[in-house]
């Protein structure tokens, strides 16, 4: 099994409150980060889930496993932004 986990992402802004665990304390400023485990999700012909494990760094909430079709309807709720995103590199200017 493979850890697939995201960069450390800002809540920037929330549209609107939800009840959901994890989700429903964080407040702008807190840190998030989520991943996914890479491993075989289903068996014979079944179709299974993807469950992504998501982690508020600022509380100190414990994990929590949502699908991935689940958890992408809570973040539409979120306005995210990467931690330490890095500045727009500007090309050099001319020193004639």
Known sequence: MIP???KVLVVKS???KTKAAL???V??????????????VGRG???YATYVT???LTKGVAD?????????????????????????ILPPTSRD
């Open 27 to 40: 407040e702008v400023g807190d840190r998030l980060q989520f991943e996914i485990k890479l491993r075989s």
């Open 54 to 56: 998501a982690r508020n």
């Open 14 to 16: 929330i549209a609107k």
């Open 45 to 47: 012909r079944g179709l």
């Open 64 to 88: 929590s496993s949502k699908s991935q079709t689940e958890i992408s309807n809570i973040l539409q709720l979120f306005e995210l932004e990467e931690e330490n995103e890095p500045a727009s």
């Open 4 to 6: 697939l986990t995201s």
């Open 23 to 25: 989700f429903k304390d």
